[in-house]
């Protein structure tokens, strides 16, 4: 199988990885300055996908992302950039800084690394940091959970930021009803327009429900059509199924939908994140329910 974005390890990731976390970062920083004139709220920052600091081992590749040979096309200097946004927010000094702190990794033995990474990098802060090993679905549904009995006390900021379709939909919905703003990364043109295939065989479909919180059925509606053809010498008519023209932006488009009936508000367009030739391979984006906050991340994504 061909590599996923069909680009060589030298060109993988550089300026689409600056621009989404110079957005995700210029958003924390307005966030708490909005913030902390609410003393009422106690601040939550919630990284779902923290890591270590370090590139990731072979071993620790998702399954479905190996199956793409993704990891063979990120280079080093990449990996670090990719998982440097619990750095950046850990750095941020007074006044902008969180109650608590919850970094996700999935694999135990780089909770320490990223322990001892984070208390390097802000000492004062050891104390508001939590680290949960395991899956990120469990620590979302978690946290929705704890908000939900303390509905006026807490306020989370999420950050969701996996490299593939780790996060299931479920997940996501637990958060209705809470005040949480969230910006999560959809790999829409790396992974999931792959698992879309031409012909429609959809070999991964109960990866795609889970990661659209869809059945099959309402799948194959949204990204396929289906033609009768007969041809001179068939005596019955044969079906014809294509894929629909731009599917990426309609990934990115569904998943904003279904974002919608979460949060009251989405921003769409999200911030389209395309490698080296211009092709779309993430889309970035944000939710919130409230209307302030929708419209700084709208002019951060306009301008950055």
Not at 52 to 59: D, F, I, M, N, T
Not at 145 to 152: F, H, L, T, V
Not at 293 to 300: E, G, L, N, R, V
Request: hydrophobic share 40%.
């Amino acid at each position: 199988m061909n590599n996923v974005v069909n680009e060589p390890s030298s060109e993988w990731g550089g300026y689409w990885t600056e621009r989404k976390l110079e957005a995700f970062i210029k958003y924390v920083k307005a966030y708490l300055s909005i913030m902390k004139k609410q003393p009422q709220w106690k601040l939550i920052y919630f990284d779902g996908f923290a890591g270590s600091g370090e590139r990731r081992a072979k071993k620790e590749e998702d399954s479905l992302l190996a199956s793409f040979n993704l990891f063979e096309h990120i280079g080093e200097e990449e990996e670090n950039l990719y998982q440097g946004a619990a750095e950046r927010v850990i750095r941020l000094s007074e006044p902008d800084i969180f109650d608590f702190y919850y970094f996700v990794e999935k694999y135990e033995k780089n909770i320490e690394k990223l322990k001892n990474k984070l208390s390097t990098a802000a000492p004062d802060k050891s104390s508001k940091l939590q680290f949960k090993p395991g899956d990120c679905n469990k620590w979302l549904q978690e946290l929705a959970s704890a908000m939900k009995r303390k509905p006026n006390d807490y306020a989370s900021l999420i950050f969701i930021d996996p490299f593939g379709m780790q996060v299931d939909w479920n997940s996501i919905e637990q958060l209705k009803g809470t005040r949480s703003d969230v910006w999560i990364l959809i790999p829409t043109g790396v992974i999931v327009n792959r698992l879309l295939d031409r012909k429609g065989e959809l070999k991964f479909i109960k990866k795609l429900e889970s990661f659209f919180g869809l059945n099959e059925s309402e799948i194959r509606e949204i990204f396929y059509r289906e033609s009768k053809v007969q041809s001179l010498f068939d005596v019955e008519e044969q079906t014809t199924v294509t894929k629909i023209s731009d599917p990426i932006s309609r990934i990115a488009d569904i998943y904003i939908e279904k974002m919608s009936k979460v949060w009251k508000f989405v921003t769409k367009p999200a911030l389209r994140l395309d490698n080296t030739r211009g092709l779309p391979i993430f889309h970035f984006v944000f939710a919130s329910n409230n209307a302030n906050a929708h419209k700084i991340a709208k002019q951060i994504i306009q301008k950055v």
